[in-house]
């Protein structure tokens, strides 16, 4: 083989180890950035129950009284504060939950939280920032820094799925 076959080979190899590097690089990154990011649906989900006020996602509820015997009376049925905002949730982030789940996590989980609390403290709350912490087949751990009244504040969530991708619970 001549000297100016042989070279155009090697040029010819370096180019394909070249661009099986990229492909690999390129490909590699799709793979782990996914794995890496947080999921769409705790991403709405997050940003829903966190962006506030929002009288449309919150019930005009009073925390005046909470916890003592005459308002547990009058509010035996929490589930009648949320049926005028469930339509509104369901809209936003419905699809993402397993069903009946939607319901439960806005009247025993974190859903209304921040939303109650800037309504009735008439303050602004914003997501700054969400992290994924850890991501497993049935999990996802985020940790969300956020913005309330000016001051940012942390806080985290453990998201729990179905065997179809849906969230079943969310705590804090």
């Known amino acids: 083989m001549g000297k ?12 394909i180890c070249a661009f099986s590097v990229l492909m690999v690089c390129i ?9 890496d990011d947080v999921s769409k649906g705790v991403e709405t989900v997050i940003d829903t129950m ?12 009073s925390v005046i009284g909470m916890g003592t015997e005459e308002y547990n009376k009058d509010n035996q049925d929490n ?5 005028d905002i469930l339509p509104n949730w369901e809209e936003k982030a419905g699809n993402y939950f397993a ?4 319901k439960a996590f806005l009247n025993n989980g974190p859903g209304l939280t921040y939303l109650a609390q800037a309504q009735y403290e008439n303050i602004q709350i914003q997501v700054v920032k969400k992290q994924l912490v850890e991501k497993t087949e049935t999990t996802e751990t985020v940790k969300v820094t956020a913005v309330k009244a000016g001051e940012e504040f942390e806080v985290s969530y453990v998201f729990t799925f179905d065997s ?3 969230i079943t619970k969310v705590t804090e």
């Open 164 to 166: 179809d991708g849906l």
């Open 50 to 61: 966190l962006t506030c006020p929002n009288d449309a996602l919150c019930p005009d509820i």
């Open 79 to 83: 589930l009648i504060l949320t049926e």
């Open 99 to 102: 069903e009946g789940k939607l």
């Open 4 to 15: 100016p076959a042989k070279e155009k080979k090697e040029r010819t190899i370096a180019k």
């Open 27 to 35: 490909f590699g990154g799709c793979v782990s950035k996914s794995e």
